[in-house]
């Protein structure tokens, strides 16, 4: 709950600016829900965490265009993957 209302781009790290904008603009482009993307965001702590994050349009009460979103972590989970992979191709 800390983090509602915090714009992202004080959560992600300068390398991934780029990356998330061009995601917003496609997001009010498409005018609707798309699909889930993975980006970094710096933690508290300093260290860079893996969200999977999901977003759709809402419209204000105003008519103003706003974008909401949901993130989840899956740092471990991505890394359970790449270790997994890593694995596969040792053996292959």
Same mark, same amino acid.
């Given at each position: 709950?800390? $983090?509602?209302?915090?714009?992202?781009?004080?959560?992600? #790290? #300068?390398?991934?600016?780029? !990356?998330? =904008?061009? %995601? =917003?603009?496609e997001?009010? /482009?498409?005018?609707?829900?798309?699909? =889930?993307?993975? +980006?970094? +965001?710096?933690? *508290?702590?300093? *260290? *860079?965490?893996?969200?999977?994050?999901?977003?759709? =349009?809402l419209?204000? #009460?105003?008519?103003? #265009?706003?974008?909401?979103?949901?993130? !989840?972590?899956?740092?471990? !989970? %991505? %890394? /359970?993957?790449? /270790? $997994?992979? /890593?694995?596969?191709? !040792?053996?292959?």
């Amino acid at each position: 709950s800390e $983090l509602v209302g915090t714009p992202i781009l004080r959560l992600v #790290p #300068p390398d991934e600016h780029p !990356r998330l =904008i061009a %995601k =917003i603009a496609e997001r009010f /482009a498409d005018g609707g829900e798309g699909e =889930i993307f993975v +980006i970094d +965001i710096v933690g *508290r702590n300093g *260290r *860079r965490r893996v969200m999977e994050v999901t977003s759709r =349009i809402l419209v204000s #009460p105003d008519g103003t #265009p706003c974008l909401e979103g949901v993130a !989840r972590d899956v740092t471990e !989970r %991505k %890394k /359970a993957e790449d /270790a $997994l992979a /890593a694995e596969r191709a !040792r053996f292959q």
